[in-house]
């Protein structure tokens, strides 16, 4: 049997316990299925006395993770400390520049720094793995980088936030505000005391680049991404779409188009009757379409300590089974240095139908007004509704138009007419609508 895998895991919390743990009770399987032992030799955290729930007395204990990348007696430098910067970061490229295998599921450090750690792991011939890092414990990276050679991808988009998806789920089949859901998944756990991170998109970004860099051999462009979050959904918003024979999820979607790539993070309508529809609470899933393939939908647990930790360790498998000699694929499925400038797409040339929410003064003429303004802008309309506001009937009224394919820039130009004209009591409201399988 070969030596031991020698792993070092540098971040303590809810992930790195479960990754001790794991390694821990299932010691045997992973010997069977790897070919050699994997043990814990060095770990590192800020509080050496808490009770993690898991015996780590027989590895070296290191205060400074950076020094445990560098002269650990290791052979994979776990990293689960979470951050774009500070430990994080130089751990990480300490372990790369001394010649370790790095796996990490922290989906900030790559969307910042992924490509210039890539060059460092391909130069010195290690792995950088990181399933964990987008959707949890759905092996959609391992899907991408090596199981799908010679298919070309044109779209990928998926729910890739669990603490959204939750929260739009239980608005929908509950009746209950957003504040109100929020405040329930932050007592679950579901969502952070500052929710801004998952609830205004970011999070869902930062997965997003990093998929769209192994869809497009493009270099990581987090920076680059259009981003609304779903603070602004509301009851209505969520009744109109049931009605229409739609629910609202908050998608990531990357695709290519003839003025570039296309990234995107968006409260957006898909129809009941799709697959990613059907996908509720705090799961995942990602869709990726490509030309000989046709489209693949991987869902399941995007979140929490167990679906976290198992997909750590199957990165952690994938390093133990690999042999000395063995060449390393690169690690966004091309190779760092030939990843392509990232040529962003125009944003309001985005081609769709969308769900448009009125709130307007319930007065002679407004109605017409609306639908000059749409016609004005070569807006073609599937559907026009008008209904008054519970308990202020007299006062106001709601219009919902769904329009056929048009542009972002044709309906914001045209809503924003609307609203010059005087006639909204309220924001607009603006839902794009995806086609999904």
Avoid at 113 to 140: C, D, M, T
Avoid at 224 to 229: A, N, V
Avoid at 390 to 419: F, M, P, S, W, Y
Wanted: glycine residues 10%; aromatic residues 4%.
């Amino acid at each position: 049997m070969a030596e031991a895998l020698r792993v070092g895991i540098a971040g303590l919390g809810n992930v790195g316990a479960s990754v001790a743990r794991v390694l821990r009770d299932k010691a045997a399987e992973l010997t069977r299925q790897c070919g050699r032992d994997v043990i814990v030799t060095a770990v590192s955290a800020r509080d050496q006395k808490r009770d993690r729930g898991v015996d780590i007395s027989a590895a070296t204990w290191f205060d400074d993770p950076v020094e445990m990348a560098q002269i650990a007696e290791i052979d994979v430098f776990v990293e689960l400390i979470g951050g774009d910067e500070g430990p994080a970061r130089l751990s990480v490229k300490a372990a790369l520049e001394a010649g370790r295998h790095v796996v990490t599921a922290n989906k900030a450090l790559l969307a910042k720094h992924g490509v210039a750690l890539a060059e460092i792991a391909e130069k010195r011939g290690v792995l950088l793995n990181y399933e964990a890092a987008v959707a949890g414990g759905i092996p959609v990276i391992k899907t991408m980088r090596e199981a799908m050679a010679g298919n070309s991808v044109t779209r990928v988009f998926g729910i890739l936030n669990g603490t959204c998806n939750y929260i739009l789920t239980r608005m929908e089949a509950e009746g209950i505000s957003f504040d109100a859901c929020l405040k329930d998944a932050q007592r679950l756990g579901y969502a952070e005391a500052d929710p801004t991170f998952d609830i205004e998109g970011h999070d869902t970004a930062h997965k997003l680049s990093i998929l769209t860099s192994l869809a497009f051999g493009t270099r990581i462009a987090a920076n680059d991404i259009y981003m609304e979050g779903i603070s602004n959904i509301s009851q209505a918003d969520i009744r109109a779409a049931g009605d229409l024979g739609y629910r609202i999820k908050l998608l990531g979607v990357a695709q290519r188009t003839d003025s570039g790539i296309e990234q995107r993070v968006h409260p957006t309508m898909v129809p009941t009757a799709s697959v990613i529809a059907q996908v509720h609470g705090v799961t995942n899933a990602v869709a990726i379409e490509t030309d000989i393939l046709g489209e693949l939908l991987l869902s399941g647990p995007g979140a929490g300590g167990n679906a976290t930790a198992s997909a750590v360790i199957g990165d952690i498998a994938d390093i133990a089974k690999s042999r000395p000699g063995f060449q390393h694929g690169p690690v966004f499925g091309r190779p760092a240095k030939e990843l392509k400038p990232y040529k962003k797409a125009q944003m309001r040339s985005h081609a769709g139908g969308y769900f448009i929410r009125l709130t307007v003064h319930d007065r002679i003429g407004v109605f017409a007004a609306i639908a000059k303004r749409m016609a004005d802008n070569d807006i073609s309309l599937e559907s026009i509704v008008q209904h008054a506001v519970n308990g202020e009937a007299a006062a106001q009224k709601t219009v919902i138009l769904v329009t056929h394919e048009t542009t972002e820039a044709a309906v914001r130009k045209a809503v924003d007419g609307i609203t010059k004209d005087g006639h909204l009591t309220d924001k607009p409201q603006v839902i794009r609508i995806e086609r999904a399988g």
